[in-house]
């Protein structure tokens, strides 16, 4: 069966649902241009601003797990992305393009955002707040005295939002911040109130550090040596994130945060996520992983028999709703799983079970019932998916 990737992002045609995240795939016009030849539908410029900072270096380092960055904006000015950057990214395809922008108050973000959409954009993205924005103005001002990034109040931002929002007739869109770990409901009805059209779910978390153990210095430069923590280690938390926006709100969110695979991205369509939004993946395998996990979701709808992704969008939101209405809300009866023939008799499950309730017979797994807490550890770890299945996890 044919399917359609196509997704109308707040009245944005996009050809699939894939998006580059503002970061360093984004940089500049050459290099969204090259990007655009790997399938993505639309790529985020890093954050333009009135006055660029240099990056502090060195601003990447891997985590296990994760990524830490100290790069906070774009280095060109403006007028340089107007002219020279934006024109030269559009060459040749035909991504779309947002742009991503910050003002240091509301009248110079809406002066952003007019220049934005002469210069052809066609949607524009607000930033909040950054972890690490402390780390880097520190070291570009050390006489100031910087407060901590504050991720409570949600009105100074909202005033630029709507600054800019009240200037431009294409859609603006709000990008959220990992630190609004346990407030993203407010900030989404704050977004919604100041006029938002789209939600993009979320920016890095931290900051997070990572040191050289032979020097004791930290990998990144800066005065504290930390950055904004990025990729896989945060998705979980970014998914439940964006699932309480999509609870929350009803316009439509790009879910981002540590999408390595079209697993993920379908992770995020399901928790209510229109489209996908994907920076680190890009930055540590090559820009061929867009297009990657571009085909591994068209590949998975159309195994799955779905012919759009508008079939899985919101999908767990009505499954928790499920539990509510068949009362599954609490589980306590044990339930232990079964084996099947996809056992390769590997016997991970069976080393990994804290209950001691795996033997392996015959280079097979066996389940002890009378031993099994029914914890779901062994269905999680097994390599072979669908070898051990458990009844908690089917639909009902
Ligand atoms: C190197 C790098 C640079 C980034 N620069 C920006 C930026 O300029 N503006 C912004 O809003 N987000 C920026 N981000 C955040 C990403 O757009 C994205 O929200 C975040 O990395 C989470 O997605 P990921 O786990 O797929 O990387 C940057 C991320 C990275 C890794």
């Not at 779905?306 to 899985?312: M, R």
Request: net charge negative; aromatic share 6%.
């Amino acid at each position: 069966m044919a399917v359609d990737l196509s997704v109308n992002l707040a009245g944005l045609k996009l050809k699939n649902p894939v998006i580059v995240a503002a970061g360093n795939h984004t940089h500049d016009g050459a290099t969204m241009a090259r990007v655009a030849q790997w399938g993505p539908a639309a790529a985020i410029t890093k954050t333009i601003v009135a006055q660029p900072v240099p990056d502090i270096l060195p601003c990447f380092a891997q985590v296990n797990g994760g990524f830490l960055n100290t790069v906070l904006s774009t280095v060109y000015p403006a007028q340089q992305w107007w002219e020279k950057e934006l024109p030269e990214a559009r060459r040749g395809n035909d991504m779309a393009i947002i742009v991503n922008l910050a003002g240091r108050w509301p009248e110079e973000a809406a002066e952003l955002a007019a220049q934005a959409e002469a210069a052809g954009a066609d949607m524009i993205e607000v930033p909040t707040v950054c972890p690490h924005m402390k780390e880097i103005l520190e070291a570009m001002f050390p006489d100031l005295e910087l407060a901590q990034p504050v991720f409570t109040d949600c009105a100074p931002w909202a005033a630029m939002f709507k600054a800019v929002k009240d200037t431009v007739k294409i859609p603006v869109v709000a990008k959220f911040s990992g630190g609004f770990l346990h407030n993203v409901k407010d900030w989404a009805r704050a977004a919604v109130d100041a006029g938002a059209d789209g939600i993009d779910c979320c920016d890095s978390l931290g900051p997070g550090l990572s040191i050289n153990i032979e020097t004791g210095e930290p990998w990144l430069g800066g005065p504290r040596g930390v950055g904004g923590l990025t990729g896989p280690a945060i998705k979980p938390i970014v998914l439940r994130m964006v699932m309480e926006v999509a609870e929350t709100v009803k316009v439509p969110i790009i879910g981002t945060g540590g999408i390595t695979s079209y697993k993920d991205a379908v992770e995020y369509v399901m928790a209510g996520a229109t489209a996908v939004g994907m920076a680190t993946v890009g930055h540590v395998r090559g820009m061929e992983a867009y297009k990657k996990i571009l085909n591994g979701i068209e590949n998975f709808l159309a195994d799955h028999g779905y012919s759009s992704l508008e079939d899985i969008r919101g999908l767990t939101l009505r499954r928790i709703k499920e539990r509510r209405t068949h009362n599954r809300m609490a589980i306590t009866r044990v339930i232990p799983p079964t084996v099947n023939d996809l056992c390769n008799g590997c016997g991970l499950c069976a080393r990994v079970c804290v209950f001691d309730a795996i033997e392996m017979v015959d280079k097979r797994a066996v389940i002890l019932n009378d031993k099994c807490y029914g914890c779901g550890l062994c269905v999680n770890v097994c390599g072979r998916p669908g070898a051990i299945l458990q009844p908690y996890f089917e639909a009902a």
